[in-house]
Structure formats: C-alpha cells, structure tokens
C-alpha cells in the first residue's frame, strides 16, 4: 500500500502526455472550424449557382416557343377581339413538379405544357446547377398589356417571364456530424420582358 501511494502521486504530478492531449483537444475546435468555413463557402457557391441558373432560364425562357401553349398560340383576332386592341390580362404558373400550367389571372382555354421547350430549359439550369430537379423549376407568364392583336411580327403576348426555384436543400458536411439535417434554400428567382419570344 505504501508503495501505491507515491507511485499515484508521481504518476498524478507526470506531464509527460499533456502536450498531446491539449493539441488532441485543440485539433477538434480547428478542423470544426475549418469544415464550417469550408460549409459556408459551399453555401455560397451553391445559391449564385441557383441564381445564375434562373438568370439562365429566364435569358432561355424569353427567346424560345412559351412554355403554356395556349399563350403562345394565343390568337385575339379569333377571340373576336379587334385588331390592334390590347389583349386581355392573363397569367399562368407552369410547373415542373406537375407538368402543367394553371392560369392564374383571367379566363381562357387549355394553359397546355410544352414539355420540350421545359426540358431544355431545365437542361441550361442543370448545366450550371445539377442539383436541380424539375420539380425545383417554376415559370410564370403575366401578361401586362405588351402586345397587341393581330400582331403579324410575333405573338400577340409578350408578357414577363418569371423563372423560380423553391425547395432546393443544402446538405452541410460540417453540421451534419452535429445532427443537423438538410435545410431548403430561400427561393430565387429572374424576371424578363418576353418582347422576343418566338
């Protein structure tokens, strides 16, 4: 028993491990904080990918065939509206998630999806974005009075196209050793004026 005791006290006055172990304890804060700065810079990266895809999409949306089609094959002459008038205010919501559009503003035909002019849309978005899903992918077509009936130019809507992401998530490498589970980002989106639709 007596030799127990000096050798505890010997052992309890030994610093001989203490430098590993502050480092040990002082590594885990370190690489913490470096996986969280390294997060932070994947966050932004990933919401200016997002936003550049919608800037992208709304750039694509504006010069190609709308994606409801019965906006683009609008005809107000044979809604007996006369030539020259204003169209009527209208909007629809297409969406990837559904495949389809919904008027949202006035009354009208079949909103109708091109499914085509969708993909290749959705397809420019992935190539800055790959995360993007279609169920990601919302447009809006408001027509606000540009265009005219009987236009012989073009269609006789040219309304703001508006190009949305909503639900996208962020998986963070660092927060997810804490537990912490993916979180949605706030939406974006990018609005252009349809003047050249085709």
């Keep these: 028993m007596r030799r127990a005791v000096p050798s505890l006290t010997r052992l309890a006055r030994d610093e001989g491990g203490s430098t590993a172990a502050e480092f040990g304890l002082i590594c885990l804060v370190f690489i913490s904080m470096i996986l969280g700065v390294i997060d932070m810079g994947r966050l932004a990266w990933r919401i200016n990918a997002a936003k550049a895809a919608t800037r992208e999409a709304a750039r694509y949306a504006v010069v190609n065939p709308m994606i409801s089609t019965y906006m683009a094959n609008y ?9 020259g008038q204003v169209v009527p205010n209208m909007a629809f919501r297409c969406s990837g998630a559904s495949s389809s559009c919904t008027q949202i503003v006035g ?80 939406d974006m989106a990018s609005t252009l004026s349809g003047e050249s639709l085709s």
């Excluded at 012989?152 to 040219?158: I, V």
């Design 107 to 186: 009354s009208g035909g079949n909103p109708g999806f091109n499914a085509t002019v969708f993909n290749a849309m959705l397809a420019k978005m992935q190539g800055l974005d790959p995360e993007i899903q279609a169920a990601n992918v919302v447009v809006t077509y408001r027509h606000v009075g540009l265009g005219v009936v009987g236009d012989p130019y073009g269609p006789d809507m040219e309304p703001l196209v508006t190009v949305s992401l909503t639900g996208v998530t962020f998986q963070s490498a660092a927060l997810q050793i804490f537990g912490v589970a993916p979180f949605t980002l706030p």
């Design 75 to 83: 005809n107000g002459l044979s809604q007996n509206i006369p030539g």
